[in-house]
């Protein structure tokens, strides 16, 4: 028994007070301080994200100010250019894809999220309900988020085939629609029928996330307005939602940054057409990148530049939920 | 009408409608997320010729009230286009990359996960804030920030010692940066739950003379499988679905996962539609399998763990 309580004690020792041989001794038991161990546990951890997530960021940044090589061959330098990829992404001669993709995304973006908000709080509140059968009905509803985006993509430029789609043929059976409308090559209409099957994909995700923060909303606040005769209505705006607001914030990130990267719904459904129409800003980085051939591979260095100016854009979004939605501890 | 005027049968009446309401809502709801399934399964079964006819013929038969009630074929189902699809592309091989780098990358995070949040959760130093915050960070980065330095880094492997396994068209070329940006997700599920855990678990087993990671090891992980199959299902799913660094990493069609399989079908000029519905539906097989096994785990998983931020 003293011995497991001298254990704790050491475990809890704080480095400084013991000689050298006593701490190597405590190593090699493998008896660490809290602080010790922290800095093994997590030094493997934070090495693995220095090296793939905040290294690519900052030579993606670096890359930015230089001529684009891939590989340095002999005689190809790597050299500063200062601002001028920026400038051919922001200001090019005779196009503006840069602000057409961005216009995109900005709309995708803030039109897509908030609807699936709307529709995943409703469809949340009614999955709050216990019945026969949930499981089923429930593994249903998430199947629209766990298939993959490209996948998903092809599934959606099927059932909208200018001629033989399937969702012409319901319209016109349904007396809405004269003929097969082309959704997806109408200039005009691709990026809202693109905003609409994105909003049918992740709607279910956002009511997981919600159903999460309803279900930590206790009963008993419901309860007690019930017996003060609060209404349906004054329960869910006076109880509901300043409780969900933490969940909000979470839900609104999860949702917004992943809609802020789109790539794999217009690469799969229309390539980003027709003509730039569906062009989101990851899909132009990365035809800026990788469909610019050519002897310096310049592409890479203004795929940066447009990389660098999205990672900025993201980085500005985040801010702005946090500062507007973040309450420290509320409960 | 009052409330008093309400017969009880008005009542029951009123029940009832609320109820046919209720799961008549549902019910219409997973037909709008399941149709798309069903329409891939019957546009896969049909002859070639019968994809591209306007109206659609929904079913392969039909009720027919011409000269009294008669079962009317209107067109032969087939596996053609499965034939088709497997014999064009090795869709299996698509799956089976698919599934090791989504397990490689769960497995990975899980790992790294656990002992990141064990120590953001549950032990005292310095600089804990700010190392949970560089974590999940990293979360807020866009992907396509990172692709083109891990690319030309990818590039310049090739034809090194490690080339075989580590680089362009290898399995560990996509999970380590899969798990990278998983990582944040995985952490926090850990630490959010590692918190919720009594003090009086990891004291017992201190007491008995367990080292902080003996009570990890044969303690806190143990009792820690509901956070390990919540982090694990999301990074799988992540992982099988991730497109744009499978697309650039994976060049050789043997390496190439099921999301890059299925975007690269067909050519500029034809879009076979009946092999890509057909090789669509097989990559679903999996997922829908997935989803009615794990379905009450994703729920329960985000219930006790994200949500709680």
Known sequence: MADSTANVQDTIARPGKEGLRARFRRYRELRLTEEELATVLLTPVLLFLLGLSFYPILDTVWASLHTGYVIELPGQQREFVGLENYRQVLFPIGETRFWNAFGVSLFYTFVSVPVELVFGLGLALLLQKEFKYKYVAQAAILFPWALPTVINAKVWAWMLHPDYGVISDILVRLGILAQPFPFLSKPDIALYTMTGITIWKTTSFMALILLAGLSSIPDQLYEAARIDGASRWRQFRDITLPLLKPTLLVALIFRTLPAFQAFGLPFGLTGGGPGEATSTLVLYAQQAAYNNPGPTNGGFAIGSAAATLITLLALVIALIYVTTLYEPEVR | ?309
């Open chain 2, 1 to 309: 009408m009052s409330v008093r005027d309400l017969t009880l049968e008005d009542i029951a009446f009123w029940e009832v409608g609320k109820r046919l309401g209720y799961f008549g809502s549902i019910l219409a709801i997973v037909f709008v997320s399941m149709f798309p399934v069903l329409w891939i399964l019957i546009s896969s079964l049909k002859p070639s010729g019968e994809l591209f006819v306007f109206p659609i013929e929904y079913l392969p038969y039909t009720i027919s009230f011409d000269g009294g009630i008669s079962v009317v074929q209107q067109y032969p189902l087939t596996l053609e286009n499965y034939r088709t699809a497997l014999a064009q592309r090795p869709v299996g091989q698509y799956l089976l990359n698919s599934f090791i780098v989504a397990s490689g990358t769960a497995i990975l995070d899980l790992v790294l996960g656990a002992l990141a949040g064990y120590s953001l959760s549950r032990l005292q130093f310095r600089y804990k804030l700010p190392v949970l915050l560089l974590i999940l960070f990293t979360a807020l980065l866009p992907f396509i920030s990172r692709l083109i330095p891990l690319y030309s880094l990818a590039i310049q492997l090739n034809g090194t010692a490690v080339s075989g396994f580590l680089g362009l068209n290898t399995y560990l070329g996509l999970i380590l940066p899969y798990a990278a940006f998983q990582l944040p997700f995985a952490v926090w599920i850990f630490q959010a739950y590692f918190k919720e855990l009594p003090d009086s678990l990891e004291e017992a087993g201190l007491m008995d003379g367990l080292s902080r990671i003996g009570v990890l090891f044969r303690i806190i992980l143990p009792v820690s499988m509901p956070a390990m199959a919540t982090a694990a299902i999301i990074v799988f799913i992540y992982a099988w679905n991730e497109f744009l660094f499978a697309l650039t990493f994976m060049t050789q069609d043997s390496k190439r996962t099921i999301t890059v399989g299925i975007a690269l079908f067909g050519n500029q000029f034809s879009t076979p539609w009946g092999t890509i519905t057909a090789a669509v539906f097989l990559s679903l097989i999996p997922l829908l399998l997935f989803m009615f096994f794990f379905q009450q785990k994703i729920v329960e998983g985000m219930t006790s763990g994200v949500g709680k931020a």
